[in-house]
């Protein structure tokens, strides 16, 4: 209004002023909002999200947004990149991620960036930053490299609403302010309920409680995402109720990194995909997100559903039917740091025990100082992660950490990209890349990302189909992979040539129902 009233009293003056004036006006648009960056990525060979054919284009980017593709000449103030024929897909979506654990020191998000992620999906297994209205002003104020979006978790209201005393059933009245508190948090922005129900509080839930929280979570448009109550001896049952959540509550619903983990279950993935597609056939809109390892990393007890650890015949299960011990990885170990790195066969060999023994002297060893040993265990089979990637409902995800011991963090897609695709076919590229897009964009119900297409945010991945690959290992769960090129994030380069920018454009992803 300032400048409004100056040019007003400019025009009731003398032509001298009519000079100032001009001056004036050229003053404020000078000071204006400079014109959107502008970048001209040509000859790709694109790959749009959609799952088909790759074709030749060139990609226009204009601020934050995809302007157009086709074969387009050079404007002025254009910043090129020849990509060469490289493929340039929309960037991937982890719809189970982790990693924003430490993300306000690591904004650049080496982890993710570096392997073409650039929105990761938080809040997983039950757990959540609470009240996510500050978690996400937070990110608008310091932004990341990456978007975010996030669930709410199932254990972190339990834990608010019981207090320490969370081992049993909930009362009504706890389930109300459970209730109210989700309703809070889907108010802010969270695309639904995620629950783990393995993992402490949600282990001692009962299935009505949780049902009646994902009713609470589909009343906002929300969707349930769900580690199930067991990926072993109760297998059937926890596929079984997360379909009735499904079925129930009128909602979308994701099993989390589907995995069959238990030797008795191997060779059972076909069976799996038979019993989700006829709860699909049926009405119910269920899939599921996976990672391409057969290795999970969790803590220990969770090899106990009965929180029963000294019961010896349920360690002796476990050493047999769920994880054998050369196969049971210690990662970390506060009373004994000297386990770290070591497998329970070899503890169990410096102990002068049996590795049933073993293992129940970790865990009790570890209760005495409030310490739980964090393990990478071998449980599943190859077959059945091919099987269940198959699957044309099953997106990709990482379930990795910016500075985890599990690989998975750093190596999830190009591994998808290197090891299934290129080297064992196992599924084609453009449909690879369609799981890690568009397929986990719906999935978790995010919008206007995930597709290259104009009016679309430009979140991109360039890369080289004949050379990604992944290197993280477990000896060097930190190794970047190779192969990922070039990555834009609402339009900006947050990594190329091996190494991040420093630019930190990522924005925060809310649900609107």
Same mark, same amino acid.
């Given at each position: 209004?300032?400048?409004?009233?100056?040019?007003?009293?400019?025009?009731?003056?003398?032509?001298?002023? #009519?000079?100032?004036?001009?001056?004036?006006?050229?003053?404020?648009?000078?000071? $204006? /909002?400079?014109?959107? /960056?502008?970048?001209?990525?040509?000859?790709?060979?694109?790959?749009?999200?959609?799952?088909?054919?790759?074709?030749?284009?060139?990609?226009?980017?204009?601020?934050?947004? %995809?302007?157009?593709? &086709?074969?387009?000449?050079?404007?002025?103030?254009?910043?090129? =990149?020849?990509?060469?024929?490289?493929?340039?897909?929309?960037?991937?979506?982890?719809?189970?991620?982790?990693?924003?654990?430490?993300?306000? +020191?690591?904004?650049?998000?080496?982890?993710?960036?570096?392997?073409?992620?650039?929105? %990761?999906?938080?809040?997983?297994?039950?757990?959540?930053?609470?009240?996510?209205?500050?978690?996400?002003? #937070?990110?608008?104020?310091?932004?990341?490299?990456?978007?975010?979006?996030?669930?709410?978790?199932? &254990?972190?209201?339990?834990?608010?609403?019981?207090?320490? +005393? *969370?081992? #049993? @059933?909930?009362?009504?009245?706890?389930? +109300?302010?459970?209730?109210?508190?989700?309703?809070?948090?889907?108010?802010?922005?969270?695309?639904?309920?995620?629950?783990?129900?393995?993992?402490?509080? $949600?282990?001692?839930?009962?299935?009505?409680?949780?049902?009646?929280?994902?009713?609470?979570?589909?009343? *906002? $448009?929300?969707?349930?995402?769900?580690?199930?109550?067991?990926?072993?001896?109760?297998?059937?049952?926890?596929?079984?109720?997360?379909?009735?959540?499904?079925?129930?509550?009128?909602?979308?619903?994701?099993?989390?990194? =589907?995995?069959?983990?238990?030797?008795?279950?191997?060779?059972?993935?076909?069976?799996?995909?038979?019993?989700?597609?006829?709860?699909?056939?049926?009405?119910?809109?269920?899939?599921?997100?996976?990672?391409?390892?057969?290795?999970?990393?969790?803590?220990?007890?969770? @090899?106990?559903?009965?929180?029963?650890?000294?019961?010896?015949?349920?360690?002796?299960?476990?050493?047999?039917?769920?994880?054998?011990p050369p196969n049971l990885l210690i990662t970390r170990f506060e009373p004994n740091p000297a386990y770290a790195g070591?497998?329970?066969?070899?503890?169990?060999?410096?102990? &002068?025990?049996?590795?049933?023994?073993?293992?129940?002297?970790?865990?009790?060893?570890?209760?005495?100082?409030?310490?739980?040993?964090?393990?990478?265990?071998?449980?599943?089979?190859?077959?059945?992660?091919?099987?269940?990637?198959?699957?044309?409902?099953?997106? %990709?995800?990482?379930?990795?950490?910016?500075?985890?011991?599990?690989?998975?963090?750093?190596?999830?897609?190009?591994? =998808?990209?290197?090891?299934? =695709?290129?080297? /064992?076919?196992?599924?084609?590229?453009?449909?690879?890349?369609r799981k890690m897009t568009s397929l986990a964009a719906a999935n978790v119900g995010i919008a206007g990302r995930g597709? %290259?297409?104009?009016?679309?945010?430009?979140?991109?991945?360039?890369?080289?189909?004949?050379?990604?690959?992944?290197?993280?290992?477990?000896?060097?769960?930190?190794?970047?992979?190779?192969?990922?090129?070039?990555?834009?994030?609402?339009?900006?380069?947050?990594?190329?040539?091996?190494?991040?920018?420093?630019?930190?454009? $990522?924005?925060?992803?809310?649900?609107?129902?």
């Amino acid at each position: 209004m300032i400048g409004l009233h100056v040019i007003t009293a400019g025009m009731r003056t003398a032509g001298v002023c #009519r000079v100032f004036v001009i001056a004036c006006v050229l003053v404020v648009s000078a000071r $204006g /909002q400079e014109p959107p /960056q502008r970048t001209l990525i040509r000859n790709v060979t694109m790959l749009d999200g959609t799952g088909g054919a790759p074709r030749q284009a060139d990609v226009r980017i204009v601020g934050d947004r %995809i302007d157009a593709i &086709g074969r387009l000449a050079p404007l002025a103030n254009d910043r090129i =990149v020849e990509a060469r024929g490289r493929a340039l897909a929309p960037g991937f979506i982890d719809t189970h991620s982790h990693h924003s654990r430490g993300l306000s +020191d690591q904004r650049e998000a080496l982890a993710a960036v570096s392997q073409g992620i650039t929105t %990761i999906v938080v809040g997983q297994d039950g757990s959540s930053t609470m009240p996510l209205a500050d978690f996400f002003s #937070r990110l608008e104020r310091e932004p990341a490299a990456v978007n975010v979006a996030s669930y709410v978790g199932h &254990g972190t209201i339990r834990r608010e609403a019981m207090g320490v +005393d *969370f081992k #049993r @059933l909930a009362t009504a009245e706890e389930v +109300d302010r459970m209730a109210a508190m989700l309703e809070t948090e889907m108010s802010a922005g969270a695309l639904g309920l995620s629950t783990g129900l393995e993992y402490d509080p $949600g282990i001692y839930s009962a299935p009505e409680e949780v049902i009646a929280l994902a009713r609470v979570a589909a009343s *906002f $448009g929300g969707r349930y995402i769900s580690h199930i109550r067991s990926e072993d001896r109760t297998f059937w049952q926890a596929v079984d109720e997360v379909i009735a959540i499904g079925r129930d509550a009128h909602m979308p619903v994701q099993i989390s990194h =589907v995995k069959l983990a238990m030797h008795g279950l191997w060779g059972q993935a076909g069976k799996l995909v038979e019993v989700l597609d006829r709860a699909r056939a049926a009405g119910v809109n269920v899939t599921a997100d996976i990672y391409p390892y057969t290795y999970w990393q969790s803590g220990i007890t969770v @090899l106990f559903p009965n929180r029963d650890f000294a019961n010896r015949a349920e360690a002796e299960l476990v050493v047999k039917e769920v994880v054998t011990p050369p196969n049971l990885l210690i990662t970390r170990f506060e009373p004994n740091p000297a386990y770290a790195g070591k497998t329970l066969a070899q503890i169990a060999a410096m102990r &002068g025990s049996d590795a049933a023994d073993a293992l129940m002297a970790i865990i009790k060893e570890g209760e005495a100082r409030g310490a739980t040993a964090g393990v990478i265990a071998t449980s599943m089979d190859e077959r059945d992660i091919a099987r269940l990637m198959r699957w044309p409902f099953t997106n %990709i995800c990482t379930d990795g950490e910016l500075s985890g011991p599990h690989p998975r963090g750093f190596g999830s897609f190009p591994r =998808v990209l290197g090891k299934y =695709v290129r080297e /064992q076919h196992l599924v084609p590229l453009p449909e690879a890349i369609r799981k890690m897009t568009s397929l986990a964009a719906a999935n978790v119900g995010i919008a206007g990302r995930g597709l %290259i297409a104009p009016g679309r945010y430009a979140d991109l991945v360039l890369f080289d189909p004949r050379t990604v690959a992944d290197h993280a290992t477990t000896a060097a769960p930190h190794a970047v992979s190779s192969g990922i090129e070039t990555v834009w994030v609402n339009g900006e380069v947050v990594f190329t040539n091996g190494a991040t920018t420093g630019k930190h454009p $990522g924005k925060v992803i809310r649900h609107s129902s």
